[in-house]
């Protein structure tokens, strides 16, 4: 499995990006998929995640209301559209595969694959 993120840039605040992760593999549509951050001297953290079929999401408050995830698991792709963007958003993202059926979206011990991460810079 490989996961390819896309989408960064320089922003600035008050704008929008849309991050894509684009997975490999003939099973991408029965995981769920998540997408982390970790900001310069912070530690990684969850920003949101969506299960196999869509139809649950989950978000980490920091970015409830700003930020929506979504997929299509017809073109293995998972989406972060990130809109009102702050300069406490700057940080690289990562997409995840979830392998735990259970057990919390924001841990990430219970993602395995993971990809190679996209800078987003937001100016003041």
């Known amino acids: 499995v490989q996961l390819q993120a896309s989408g960064g840039g320089l922003v600035q605040t008050g704008g929008s990006l849309r991050l894509s992760c684009a997975a490999s593999?003939?099973?991408?549509?029965?995981?769920?998929m998540g997408w982390f951050r970790q900001a310069p001297g912070k530690e990684r953290e969850f920003v949101a995640a969506?299960?196999?079929?869509?139809?649950?999401?989950y978000y980490a408050d920091s970015v409830k209301g700003r930020f929506t995830i979504s997929r299509d698991n017809a073109k293995n792709t998972v989406y972060l559209q990130m809109n009102s963007l702050k300069p406490e958003d700057t940080a690289v993202y990562y997409c995840?595969?979830?392998?735990?059926?259970?057990?919390?979206?924001?841990?990430?011990?219970?993602?395995?694959?993971w990809g190679q991460g996209t800078l987003v810079t937001v100016s003041s």
């Open positions: 995840a595969r979830k392998w735990g059926r259970v057990g919390p979206q924001a841990n990430s011990d219970q993602y395995d694959y």
């Open positions: 593999g003939r099973t991408f549509s029965t995981y769920t």
């Open positions: 969506i299960t196999w079929s869509g139809g649950s999401t």
